[in-house]
């Protein structure tokens, strides 16, 4: 990669690093997160040249015209949009409610940015309720027996691993950590496992979710109590839990056995309100999981942080409520959300409708000095050729030029393959940007919006008789023009 996409990607980084987040006190044990705003503190994007040409629309439409008129795109919807000053560059259908797919996900980290502080974790909790005529709470003369319930917080990064690698796997709550907890409470014997994901509640799946998701691995049902999201093991592929709860209840049951506790039956229920908490666990912060979720696109992080802003605003948990509570986030943001209408907050669902002019403007308030509460939306974005989602793409000679420059939220679907981010151009200007291809999400598909993206990244196109910052250097090579598709 040469100079000038390195060089844009600094003064990028620059910009997402100069707001700072007002700290907040975690939720209390079994308590829901507290909702609060942070106060805006920093100015907005220094690092960036403001007096750096905007881009003449007229040029830049020249140079998207023809990686847009790709017959593998099917006539995208897109949408171009200065960050500084919100001058829009390119307009192509932005105000049409189209199906999102993943780019969803950078309207709910919005609401989960902004409901809940920098330092809110998720606590997961163990109760135990003694056998009758037994000690009131451990770890007085604790009898054999009793009933043991692991409480879900909505915490699908709680894992059965011992030793989990990688982050923030690696600072993931913890089984065994619980067990432990468990047997230093001098509980050594229980007759009952319960797992409770009553936390959230409502059908556990989506209208417009194919009835394969499950099946094929790409979302667990959703439960306030999940382990490794379902899976069998952290990062396994394949199908996930049909009963999220019932398997971390039985993963559960293996790490107490492990940690010296026998176990009897395990099942499901909602916790006896007289149960007194043994054990607690902690989930890495709120922005690390919002990073996470854009990163990966993990549908399961998405659908549970929903239910907790439902939750903080005090809305039903369900996929109604969430669905509410993000628009009413992003309303509060001076986002329009008009023509919006959701199944659900990670992408999964078909029936989804939003304009993309309502994404591109999630986009800008995270760029704005009013609101460093959501700069975590931005770094946690893939960044082309680098990490999540777009790790494995901009490698092409056509694409390039994008690499590392590129920072985006993906999105495919059977129904649409969609790219929406940000950028800094040739001349140094952070551009917004949304493509919203009506075509099945294939290879062919998602490298043809690459190249749209990497046309963006490499525009020189400031107003006639302006001078182009990268055009006085002289032209980089990895600047050069990506060629049409035939």
């Avoid at 379902?230 to 009963?243: D, L, N």
Wanted: net charge negative; aromatic share 4%.
């Amino acid at each position: 990669m040469t100079g000038a996409p390195a060089g844009g990607l600094t003064a990028l980084v620059g910009a997402l690093l100069a707001g700072s987040l007002t700290v907040s006190p975690g939720p209390g044990q079994g308590d829901a997160p507290t909702s609060t705003v942070p106060r805006a503190t920093a100015a907005a994007l220094p690092g960036l040249q403001p007096d750096s040409p905007v881009p003449d629309p007229a040029a830049v439409a020249a140079k998207l015209a023809g990686p847009l008129s790709s017959p593998l795109l099917g006539g995208p919807a897109a949408l171009v949009v200065d960050a500084l000053s919100g001058k829009v560059l390119f307009d192509a259908r932005s105000s049409v409610p189209t199906p999102p797919a993943s780019t969803l996900k950078t309207a709910v980290a919005a609401a989960a940015l902004r409901a809940f502080g920098p330092t809110t974790r998720l606590t997961t909790r163990v109760v135990y309720l003694p056998p009758t005529g037994g000690a009131a709470s451990p770890p007085q003369a604790v009898r054999p027996g009793g009933t043991l319930w692991l409480v879900g917080a909505g915490d699908p990064t709680l894992t059965a691993a011992t030793d989990p690698t990688g982050y923030p796997a690696s600072a993931s709550a913890r089984l065994s950590d619980l067990a432990e907890q468990v047997h230093a409470a001098g509980i050594t014997s229980v007759d009952q496992v319960v797992g409770d994901g009553t936390l959230f509640s409502g059908p556990a799946t989506a209208p417009g979710w194919r009835d394969s998701y499950v099946t094929d691995g790409n979302v667990t049902p959703v439960s306030a109590l999940e382990v490794d999201g379902g899976r069998s093991r952290p990062g396994a592929t394949g199908a996930r839990a049909a009963q999220p709860d019932a398997a971390a209840a039985a993963a559960f049951a293996t790490a107490l056995r492990a940690a010296g506790v026998d176990v009897g039956s395990v099942s499901t229920g909602a916790a006896d309100p007289a149960a007194k908490p043994v054990a607690k666990a902690d989930s890495p912060p709120i922005p690390v999981l919002v990073e996470r979720m854009l990163t990966d696109s993990d549908n399961d992080l998405a659908e549970c942080l929903g239910r907790l802003v439902a939750k903080a605003r005090g809305l039903p948990t369900t996929f109604a409520g969430a669905t509410t509570a993000v628009r009413q986030a992003l309303t509060e943001l001076g986002v329009d959300t008009a023509g919006m209408s959701l199944s659900d907050v990670s992408g999964l669902s078909t029936t989804n409708l939003i304009m993309p002019r309502t994404l591109i403007a999630i986009l800008r308030a995270a760029t704005s000095a009013s609101h460093p509460e959501l700069r975590t939306l931005l770094t946690g974005m893939p960044v082309a050729g680098f990490s999540g989602t777009l790790g494995d793409r901009y490698g092409d000679a056509d694409t390039a030029v994008g690499a590392g420059d590129v920072r985006a939220k993906t999105g495919s679907l059977r129904i649409v393959t969609s790219l929406a981010g940000e950028l800094v151009d040739a001349d140094g200007r952070l551009l917004l940007f949304g493509f919203f291809a009506p075509v099945e999400d294939t290879g062919a598909a998602k490298a043809s919006l690459d190249r749209v993206a990497a046309a963006l990244a490499s525009c020189g196109c400031p107003p006639a008789g302006a001078a182009s910052a990268a055009g006085a250097a002289g032209p980089p090579t990895a600047k050069a023009d990506p060629p049409a598709p035939g």
